[in-house]
Antibody
């Protein structure tokens, strides 16, 4: 059974940093692209970033480019999102998701990031 | 980036009703479209990929259609467990984008 478990969310001040993690199990992690998707409170879904199975390619939504960095450690079956220079508009529930053919076929439960002073 | 416009933003319906949700892309996406269902407090669930391919375990009352820029999700006979928010997502570009969502509410 595919399992994705996010962690690392919390309250952070504007301009601060946070690192999200996603522990994957139940599949061969290195064979799959992975993505982060976020959802602001009461709002819709927004794709944030994707990374290829071997980590050689990454893509980002324009609003986070240069501030958020997606990475992975295939030896640890883990996906990461390094979040720097955080802004209020980054407040959201962050989901990690497995990607098949650029479709998001399995999702974690999410970890909440709140950016506020 | 490819923009996805979903309509309506909400729909009120009764059990047994036929419900149709549309999604329009800002450019042709050649069938690279998914539909997700999200219930309150839960993660989204992939229902349909490649515009019309039902995922394993998804009831056959759900169907997808469309081509070019215009796509449709149809629920043929709404069931109580189908009240939720539905999102489309284009997969034509590596820069994925979602529609704004359609909330299916009890009439």
């Amino acid at each position: 059974e595919v399992q994705l478990v996010e962690s690392g969310g919390g309250l952070v001040q504007p301009g601060g940093s946070l690192r999200l993690s996603c522990a994957a199990s139940g599949f061969i992690f290195s064979n799959f692209w992975m993505s982060w998707v976020r959802q602001a409170p009461g709002k819709g879904l927004e794709w944030v970033a994707s990374i290829k199975g071997d980590g050689s390619e990454t893509y980002y939504v324009d609003s986070v480019t240069g501030r958020l960095t997606i990475s992975r450690d295939n030896a640890k079956n883990s996906l990461y999102l390094q979040m720097n220079s955080l802004r209020g508009e980054d407040t959201a529930l962050y989901y990690c998701a497995r990607v098949i053919g650029r479709y998001l076929d399995n999702w974690g439960r999410g970890t909440l990031v709140t950016v506020s002073s | 980036d490819i923009q996805m416009t979903q309509s309506p933003s909400s729909v009120s319906a009764s059990v047994g009703d036929r419900v149709t949700i549309t999604c329009r892309a800002s450019q042709g996406i050649n069938g690279w479209l998914a539909w997700y269902q999200q219930k309150p407090g839960k993660a989204p669930k992939l229902l349909i990929s490649a515009a019309l391919t039902l995922q394993s375990g998804v009831p056959s009352r759900f169907s997808g259609s469309g081509s070019g820029t215009d796509y449709t999700l149809t629920i043929s006979s709404l069931q109580p467990e189908d009240f939720a928010t539905y999102y489309c997502q284009q997969a034509y570009s590596f820069l994925l984008t979602f529609g704004g969502g359609t909330k299916v509410e009890v009439k």
